[in-house]
């Protein structure tokens, strides 16, 4: 039965620590069903479910009488199944907006000047892109005074390894409104362009805002 399986193994909170990729079908159909039967564990049951229907590829066109007729699927166990491939197909249908296109150091600035100008502290944050230079993901890593001991490259790097980013924009703005480069913005945007040179994940550029101005580090010369 699941609870004689150890709590760090069980489908739930394998999910929690590791994310969904780390479930298997078994797994994640286990998940839908959320319990068993009196003489049959809840893993067991999807794993019947999924053999049954010869794997997903029968599985996703199933209707809710061939649910039924598997032994330990009740009304409610057929539902939730039935309702979970069902969102799956609207979500795959559904059309991707489309995504914001980094091409330039003005196009970083339109996307976050308006955010960001007035802001009281500096906040550092990371654009991560895909293949196409779209941003996929935004991400504020620091807040405080800027310095290459503080803003960690394990912390840039993380998120840019968890969407399977193509490459990272940096930028941070400056209170004072001077979009002026200070030496530790040079040293940070240093560090991180080596890191990035090691992990095959490029820093594109590290702009600076101020209010209604910019600066690139890349037209700078440091990236």
């Known amino acids: 039965m699941i609870r004689d399986v150890p709590k760090s193994e069980r489908p739930r909170e394998?999910?929690?620590?590791?994310?969904?990729?780390?479930?298997?079908?078994?797994?994640?159909?286990?998940?839908?069903?959320?319990?068993?039967?009196?003489?049959?564990?809840?893993?067991?049951?999807?794993g019947r479910v999924i053999r049954h229907f010869d794997g997903l590829r029968l599985l996703k066109d199933a209707s809710i009488k061939e649910f039924q007729d598997i032994h330990g699927i009740g009304d409610a166990k057929a539902v939730q199944l039935k309702a979970a491939i069902e969102l799956g197909r609207r979500i795959h249908k559904?059309?991707?907006?489309?995504?914001?296109?980094?091409?330039?150091?003005?196009d970083v600035?339109?996307?976050?000047?308006?955010?960001?100008?007035?802001?009281?502290?500096?906040?550092?944050?990371?654009?991560?892109l895909n293949t196409k230079n779209q941003v996929i993901y935004k991400q504020t890593v620091f807040i405080g005074s800027l310095n290459a001991s503080i803003?960690?490259?394990?912390?840039?790097?993380?998120?840019?390894?968890?969407?399977?980013?193509?490459?990272?924009?940096?930028?941070?703005?400056?209170?004072?409104?001077?979009?002026?480069?200070?030496?530790?913005?040079?040293?940070?945007?240093?560090?991180?362009?080596?890191?990035?040179?090691?992990?095959?994940?490029?820093?594109?550029?590290?702009?600076?805002?101020?209010?209604?101005q910019f600066v690139s580090l890349k037209e700078k010369g440091y990236v």
Request: aromatic fraction near 6%.
């Open 94 to 106: 559904f059309p991707t907006e489309e995504r914001y296109a980094i091409r330039s150091p003005e």
């Open 109 to 128: 600035a339109n996307f976050v000047m308006d955010d960001m100008r007035h802001l009281m502290q500096e906040h550092f944050v990371c654009l991560y």
């Open 151 to 212: 803003v960690h490259p394990r912390e840039v790097f993380k998120e840019a390894f968890r969407y399977s980013a193509a490459s990272i924009v940096c930028l941070h703005n400056h209170p004072s409104g001077d979009a002026a480069p200070s030496r530790e913005d040079i040293d940070v945007t240093k560090r991180l362009v080596e890191c990035g040179s090691v992990l095959g994940i490029e820093i594109l550029d590290h702009v600076i805002i101020g209010d209604q």
């Open 14 to 46: 394998r999910m929690l620590q590791e994310g969904p990729s780390s479930l298997t079908n078994q797994e994640l159909v286990a998940l839908i069903l959320g319990s068993g039967t009196r003489d049959e564990s809840v893993l067991s049951l999807s």
